[in-house]
């Protein structure tokens, strides 16, 4: 008897073609990899490494926190590595000269950390503005401060990245977004400065946002931003690196009227078969999946039962299932979309990704 636990395969060759996927979309646009988070799950120095070679080649890296940049480093990766947050302390800035490492810039404090600080090389900084997303960026009345003020600097390397970010880039003809990208424009048309607005909602929409980078996140590892009910084709071409398995670990009977795992909130309608799949929320599958959320299992779906428990879900396999302790249980992957599971989790697959726990084994092929 053989029964492999929870184990994310990651396929390196689906990565490379939706970086190829992404580039033939984007042809002159330069490709910051988004890799925060580890990497969406995937392992960041895994990804990182992935996409140095010749065939898919980042031109650059963003990540959240200087940490996850600085493992990067670690790890050999000498290509440029952008802060998306910027550095949160002034003690960072020297880090940040001596690694090579790139920073936002999105308000005041980092401003003037930057134009008062002693320096041995300048940096390499992208100015974000708050197009209307609210969340991190100057203000449009402060651009020309913000613009000559890093322009003329002597910590600071030229020409700068002038970015934003969008707020409904996965909804069709979301009137903010064409707010957003008029008032972008707008600040920074007359400016010799590249440009970087797109994530990969807009690379694929949005031809006009991708300006001289682009920044993809979630598509690089196959998954659709756009929710499931858009009927768009814009996503298409691109395939799940990641596959998230299990396996059963116990078959058993169930009759009529008797009920499944904690809280017994589901009961079966009739005589059935339950199998056992060490999964659960200790791995990060979703604890708030739906009852009749699928799971493949011998290439058929079979739905979710009972609550998710730590380590193990229940499904139904029917009443005259043949499947046994130690067939593949797959939650995710190429046949079975995350984008859907995220639904019956109401969540979003960004967080499904993420929230992968360490006990995972993962395989690389
Ligand atoms: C500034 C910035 N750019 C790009 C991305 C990538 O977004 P996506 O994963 O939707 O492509 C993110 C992710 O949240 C981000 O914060």
Known sequence: MSSCTATAIIDCQALVNNFKRIKKVAPNSKILAVLKANAYGHGLERIAKTLIQKEAMADAFGVARIDEALELRAAGIVKPI???????????????????????????QQLNAILTAELDKPLKVWLKIDTGMHRLGINPEQFQYFYQSLSTSKNVQQPLVLMSHLACADEDNNALTAKQLNLFEQLTQNTYEERSMANSAAIFTMPQSQYDWIRPGLMLYGVSPLPLSSNSSACSGIEPVMTLQSSLIAVRNLIAGETVGYGGVWQSEKDTTIGVVAIGYGDGYPRHAKNGTPVLINQRRVPLVGRVSMDMITVDLGRDAQDQVGDAAILWGKQLPVEEIAEYATTIPYELLCNITRRVQVEVI
């Open 82 to 108: 952008v802060l998306l947050e910027g550095f949160f302390s002034t003690d960072d800035l020297p880090v940040l000269a001596v690694n090579n490492l790139q920073t936002i810039v999105h308000n005041e």
